[in-house]
């Protein structure tokens, strides 16, 4: 029975151990379930104090928009505010646009009556306009550009090329006198007979003026082109000839025909004279088409290129003679081309004088010299050496040497002669 029952003191440390394991679990547990506790309030603490912050960040903010929308709204109303004082003071440095209208006009009208004063003290009407038209002159054109330059200077166009009836004022009436005193002191008394009318007014005597010189205009400007497209130069300069097709192409535009440029030119080249032919060519073929001021220009180059070659002088071509042999006195020169000597050793002579006539005979070739004295085989009959000379080779035949102008007319002649002796040969004395 002994043997069987446990041991009391093996029971007990079993179960005291057993007692300090739950213990040590429970302790544990409970330093787990604090470690926890502390850890939630932690957390809580933290969320409550991010919920505390992030409720001032958004207080901050609202705070700032508002401070962002005052400032705004005041920036808003300190620009209304300055914009209001610079439209005022804009109304009060500026007059209304009426009143600068006003200005303008009473401005304009100072600076006429000041030009219509200037008008008025004009003495001498052909110093502003120095052509004088007449019934039988072709100056139109020119005469009412220039009177109608004149009259616009002084700001009384309105007086010529107005067809409303002139305002009842004195001052027009004034002005309207001038106009015409400048038209009675430019035109010939003759004209002045047919066109101008007592009592009548500037605007009437201009189109009687020109009326005068445009009237039939289909039968002038069909009169005037003919003549424009038959005229031809001729002998006339080219300056004239160039500003006659001007002058007629200005007064078929007056006419109521204008010629373009291209058929000016055109018309120009077409009435060349024969000395302009090649530049006409040239100028009708240009790429781009040259204009009338281009032709015109290239003519009068050609013109005095012309006259420059022309008045060079020519060459002329003139015969010398060597002098005698014995007197030394020059021959005289002849246009007329010479028979050359024979060089013959044995002409009409014999020894020294021979060998001396050949050397002379060999100088005057090298010096490019005719002379019916040259080639004389005696040293001192200059006139028997002559008639041998020409004895041996012909008579010389009279004849006409070509000129600088016409190289096709007149003959050259030449002669055959003996072989000239060589240098040692000529001075050698005859056996």
Known sequence: MAGTLPPTDDAEAAAAAAEQQCLAAAVELQRLTDARTTRQAKHEAALARAKTAEAAA???RDAAAARVREALALTAEERATADQERDADADADYPPADDVRAAMLLHEAAAVLNLHAQAAGVQNIRSLIPVVLDASSGSYTRWREQFLLAVGRFALQDHVEENAPPPSSPDWERMDCVVRSWLHGTISAELAEAVMGRGGSARAAWLAIEAQFLGNRKTRALHLDARFRHFCQGDLSITDYCRKFKSMADDLADLGEPVTDRTLVLNV???LNENFTDIGRHLRRG???????????????????AAQRHSAAPTALLAAGAGGASSGSPAPRSSAPQQPPSKARGGSGS?????????????????GRS?????????????A?????QAAGGA????QWPSFYNPWTGSI????GPRPLPPQAAARPAS
């Open 413 to 416: 002649q030449m002669w055959p």
């Open 385 to 389: 050496s002559s008639s041998a000379g």
């Open 371 to 383: 002379d019916s004295k040259r080639g004389t085989s005696g040293g001192g009959d200059s006139s």
């Open 396 to 399: 010389p035949a009279a004849g």
């Open 287 to 305: 790429r781009p088409f040259p204009t009338f001021l281009d032709v015109r220009n290239d003519l009068l180059l050609e013109e005095i290129t």
């Open 58 to 60: 958004a207080a901050e």
């Open 269 to 271: 080249i077409r009435g």
């Open 351 to 367: 020894g020294s004088g021979g060998a001396t006539g050949g050397g002379r005979n060999r100088r005057s070739k090298r010096a």
